[in-house]
């Protein structure tokens, strides 16, 4: 109940007239107001009685949030285009005003149901209903597109039934809320469209919204219709809104197998994520649910799933994740396929999935599935190509020799696969696949069991890695690809990765195993990619890595950790365009993978709510992971939210409590947000943990930085660049050090590394 005076002047401490009463008193005379229908984001609705035309209508009433922005003036203006639609599935807009200081339009009462009563009533809808509702709501829409009005918020509340018709409602809403102030509407907590049906371009706050964006949330009214809820679902707005930006969209015919491929694919082409990729308007995309199917997948694109270990010692895991590995990295040197990186397959290990889910996941037409059983010196090897759409086999092979031909059975497994997809290889991608790493078998074996170390992310795993790597060269002194991963191994404990070396220490081992890796074979893509991210992290020679990481595309174009180099050297250069679209093609080589330097580069090019969007969606898969929710913590606070970055920085400290970096992020962020007494409580433990062991320069510098500490904070800084230490390359763009960048010697930092200098 209210208790301010109200427009007739009720006494202070009196409760006023609730807001129905208030109503029926403003509208006197014209509307008899009878009781509440419904409510939603940015209006109510009454049923009332016009008494000069003797009938029933809806009168909706603004909230005063929005009425305020607003003023009467211009909602009279806008509501006026609302009102010229003239349509058969529109529901008419018969008056509107402004009455005690609320703003209202009135609307026939429409008897019957809406399409979300529907929903909860039947689950499902049939078919052929789905489609005829989809065709009158697109015909509504056409005829409001071409007076220039986009409604905003289909949904199935917006959508009536009156006597087996479908009609369109809330046209007024949606216009008045799009001309409203977008900061402003957004500062009042009000929301235009609902996230379950937000096109990405409207859940990205765009204010200038075409047809397609309409098009896009019908898309997501008729999935709804057809398998009981949106394609896109989570506990919250953001995870909603965060999966349209990182998910492909869940395959209707796998939880509806009835439905026509024709819808499925229309479907698919009404919910693309860039609106151009869209049907350009509402009509086009209910014509073509009636159209003939056409396969849109490239038949030419395959996930190999990690092989099953059938060997009679558990032991021989290694060995099974190396010819899964081995068979991708095969594979991946072929231009006309598309092939799923590493990181994406192995997170299916484990079979959870049906082939029809990760195909869906990893967006490709096929899948290679196979096991692996070695015992002694013979090694048997089943695989079979299976296409899922039509879940038949394309190609099977046997392979049961002597483990001295495991290489000519990767050879042969990736022509073999080649040619089923009808793939067309060049005459150099041909010496390349049938080209042998090596000549010695327990070279290899000790190269398997060194890879197999390098994903654990550990100082053990990184120590025991090289190990293993020494051991295969001094079997096979002339073994790249061994060369190119212990150059690997030592550029990751260089920027601080895993591993106990100082950085300038592991990046001089680096460069020397790289150098010797392309000594032995000039065309090793592995070699020249890991070569350009040494000559941007350690050499600052941006030309010469750039011309390595194109080299290393070039050479393996289904190479996603080569296009991620690329994106994180384009960053640090401030060409953020660039390198946001390298990191996206790395994320579609590998689905599941990526995600995290791509939403690093958003935040340092100030787009904080893509960054948002893709770290959410980290989060959501794997809460576990330090990084992605220190990446979080910048994101909200760099939007001005610092509650919520505060709380999402101490989660990355505590889920990796022995970090430096993420307690010297929170420091800074401490010292940002005023909090300056723990900010130097966290520069005191770091100052005592380097008392201990190795603590970079460039993460104190994060907390003089915060502190306001200019001096002592570029202090840190060159001593970091001496050193190499941790992410120094990327100092020009960083958001942690925004409050350098007009100090002095920050720039002559810059001009020893070769960064160009803004201004």
């Known amino acids: 109940m209210e208790t301010r005076p109200s427009a007739e002047g009720t006494a202070p401490g009196v409760p006023g007239p609730s807001p129905l009463e208030r109503l029926d008193r403003a509208l006197a005379g014209r509307y008899v107001v009878q009781r509440e229908l419904g409510r939603g984001g940015m209006a109510t609705v009454y049923l009332a ?37 003239n349509h058969p599935h529109v529901v008419a807009l018969y008056d509107s005003g402004d009455a005690d200081a609320l703003l209202f339009y009135v609307m026939p009462y429409v008897r019957g149901e809406s399409v979300r009563q529907k929903l909860v009533r039947q689950g499902q809808l049939p078919i052929d209903e789905a489609i005829g509702i989809v065709r009158h709501v697109a015909a509504a829409l056409d005829h409001a597109h071409a007076q220039g009005l986009i409604h905003r918020d289909i949904k199935p509340e917006n959508i009536l039934i009156h006597e087996g018709e479908a009609m369109v409602t809330d046209f007024g809403i949606a216009l008045v809320a799009g001309a409203a102030p977008a900061e402003r509407l957004t500062a009042t907590g009000l929301m235009v469209g609902t996230p379950a049906y937000m096109s990405p371009e409207q859940a990205a706050g765009e204010h200038a919204l075409d047809a397609r964006s309409d098009v896009y949330s019908l898309g997501c009214v008729l999935y709804e219709l057809l398998v009981g809820e949106p394609p896109f679902t989570g506990p919250s707005a953001q995870m909603v809104i965060a999966k349209r930006f990182t998910d492909p969209v869940p395959r209707v015919r796998r939880l509806r197998p009835t439905v026509p491929a024709a819808v499925e694919q229309a479907l698919l082409k009404a919910l693309a994520r860039v609106p151009a990729d869209r049907f350009a308007s509402a009509g086009a995309f209910a014509e073509a649910l009636t159209a003939p199917a056409t396969r849109e997948r490239p038949p030419a694109s395959v996930a190999v799933l990690p092989f099953l270990n059938l060997s009679p010692d558990p032991e021989n895991e290694y060995f099974a994740d190396g010819m899964t590995e081995d068979v991708i990295a095969q ?3 072929i231009r006309a396929l598309k092939v799923t990186s590493r990181a994406s397959a192995m997170v299916f290990k484990k079979r959870e999935q049906s082939l029809r889910q990760i195909s869906d996941t990893l967006q490709v037409a096929t899948v290679l599935d196979g096991s692996v059983r070695k015992a002694a010196d013979r090694v048997r090897i ?40 009808k793939a067309q290889l060049l005459p150099e991608e041909h010496t390349r696949i049938r080209k042998e790493p090596t000549s010695d078998i327990e070279a290899y074996k000790l190269y398997l069991l060194a890879r197999h170390c390098v994903v654990r992310w550990t100082h053990e795993g990184f120590e025991l890695a090289l190990k293993h790597l020494e051991q295969a060269v001094e079997r096979d002194p002339n073994y790249a ?8 191994v030592y550029t990751d404990i260089g920027v601080g990765v895993a591993g106990k070396l100082p950085p300038d220490q592991a990046f001089r081992r680096a460069k020397a195993a790289v150098a010797r890796a392309l000594e032995i074979d000039s065309g090793l893509a592995e070699a020249h990619a890991v070569l350009g991210h040494i000559k941007y992290a350690y050499d600052y020679d941006w030309e010469g890595a750039e011309e390595e990481l194109k080299r290393a595309i070039e050479l393996n174009p289904n190479s996603g950790d080569a296009y991620d180099m690329y994106g994180l050297m384009l960053s640090a250069l401030d060409r953020y365009d660039e390198a946001i679209e390298m990191q996206r093609r790395a994320h579609e080589l590998d689905p599941l993978a990526h995600r995290m330097d791509m939403a690093t580069t958003c935040l340092r090019a100030g787009r904080y709510d893509e960054a948002l969007s893709a770290v959410i969606k980290i989060v959501e898969v794997d809460p576990h992971v330090a990084l992605a929710h220190a990446t979080l913590g910048w994101a909200y606070l760099l939007k001005g939210m610092s509650e919520q970055g505060l709380a999402a920085l101490e989660r990355a400290v505590s889920l990796s409590p022995d970090s430096t970096m993420y307690l010297a ?5 401490y010292a940002r947000v005023g909090q300056t007494a723990k900010a130097r409580e966290i520069l005191q433990r770091l100052e005592e943990m380097a008392k201990d062991h190795y603590v970079s320069p460039y993460h104190l510098a994060y907390v003089h930085t915060g502190l306001g500490e200019q001096d002592r904070a570029m202090d840190w800084l060159e001593r970091a660049y001496e050193e190499r230490a941790g992410a120094v390359f990327g100092i020009k763009g960083s958001f942690l ?12 930092l810059l001009r020893k590394m070769n960064l160009p200098i803004d201004g």
């Open 382 to 421: 089943v695989a079979q190509l299976i296409d899922v759409d039509s879940d038949q086999q394309v190609w099977t092979e046997t392979y049961d020799r002597k483990l001295t031909d495991i290489f000519a059975i990767q050879t042969d497994v990736a022509l073999q696969i080649a040619a089923a997809l």
């Open 49 to 85: 009685d016009d008494l000069k035309h003797q009938r029933k209508v809806a009168i909706k009433v603004l909230r005063p949030e929005l009425g305020t922005l607003l003023g009467p003036d211009r909602f009279t203006r806008e509501i006026r285009i609302a009102a010229a639609l």
């Open 665 to 669: 992020q929170l420091g800074h962020a």
């Open 331 to 333: 594979l991946s040197k």
């Open 737 to 748: 050090f925004t409050t350098l960048r007009s100090h002095p010697r920050f720039n002559a």
């Open 481 to 488: 690809l061994a060369y190119a991963t212990m150059a690997y």
